[in-house]
């Protein structure tokens, strides 16, 4: 494969996909924030803010592709938001425009956590954040938009739903995203050609999943997983806020909620 640039290389996903890539890309380039593991050995390591635009531009120069993890992975004050999710993600995008890199991006199912759960989704639907994190991903999915429309950046933005190792709740048995999907999902974006502009539903082929339409056409994908095996084990762990039970977002859109009805 390519060199790839990992952002969020110390987070839970990033950590995951740094050990997925170690061996498959010919240069492997990690960021954070914060401290990174010194696992995989080999890769080239940067800690670095994506607030500070020249550190951005430096670690993604003469890479193929930005794997971009980073940034805050929940809710947070709108400030702190601000800086490292849209502003870092501005940064991101110039600094792919500058390296000729694309961009998977890790997008969140918190840009249409105010749908309620009866509903059906196709990609096409106006976003409907439910906080200022979700906010953010929708604005960087039309970010990556706009890049491509104006600078030719390819990316792909992958709604991701809840990416772990097994679903652990009756809300998870509609979002999981099983870790070896998301690896096929991030390699078939990485290997299109060519790959344009795409927004994803990062989840697993879930027969209680509320995602259907996307645009993965011609994306060489396996089957996906099915979190319907842990039904019987799950559907029962619910919460007692009906709320969180409405929409999908969950605890994200009953974060803060103070609406009369
Ligand atoms: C997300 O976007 C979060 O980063 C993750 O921690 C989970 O909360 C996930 O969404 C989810 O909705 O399950």
């Not at 696992?39 to 971009?68: N, T, W």
């Not at 979700?134 to 709604?159: D, P, Q």
Request: net charge negative; with cysteine.
């Amino acid at each position: 494969m390519t060199a790839i640039l990992i952002t969020g290389a110390a987070g839970f996903l990033g950590q995951h996909l740094a050990q997925h890539f170690a061996d498959k890309a010919e240069r492997l380039v990690l960021s954070d924030i914060k401290p990174l593991p010194e696992e995989p050995a080999g890769a080239e390591r940067v800690q670095a803010d994506l607030g500070d635009k020249q550190a951005v531009l430096e670690m993604a120069r003469e890479v193929d592709a930005i794997l971009h993890f980073g940034g805050l992975p929940v809710e947070y004050p709108f400030e702190e938001i601000l800086h490292a999710n849209l502003r870092g993600s501005y940064h991101v995008f110039e600094a792919a425009r500058a390296s000729g890199a694309r961009v998977i991006f890790a997008s969140s199912n918190h840009a249409i956590g105010y749908y309620e759960r009866s509903q059906r989704l196709d990609v096409a639907d106006p976003p409907m954040p439910d906080g200022f994190y979700g906010l953010s991903k929708a604005y960087v999915e039309l970010l990556a938009r706009t890049y491509w429309m104006k600078h030719g950046v390819e990316s792909a933005s992958l709604r991701i739903g809840s990416a772990l190792p097994e679903p652990r709740d009756a809300r998870n048995l509609s979002t999981w995203f099983a870790l070896p999907d998301m690896m096929a999902m991030i390699e078939a974006c990485l290997a299109a050609q060519p790959l344009g502009c795409r927004l994803l539903w990062g989840a697993s082929a879930n027969s209680r999943g509320w995602w259907g339409r996307d645009d993965r056409d011609g994306l060489d994908l396996p089957p996906f997983d099915d979190a319907e095996r842990f039904a019987a084990a799950l559907e029962a762990k619910v919460t007692d806020d009906p709320v969180n039970e409405r929409y999908q977002g969950g605890s994200f859109a009953s974060d803060g909620y103070d609406r009369a009805e």
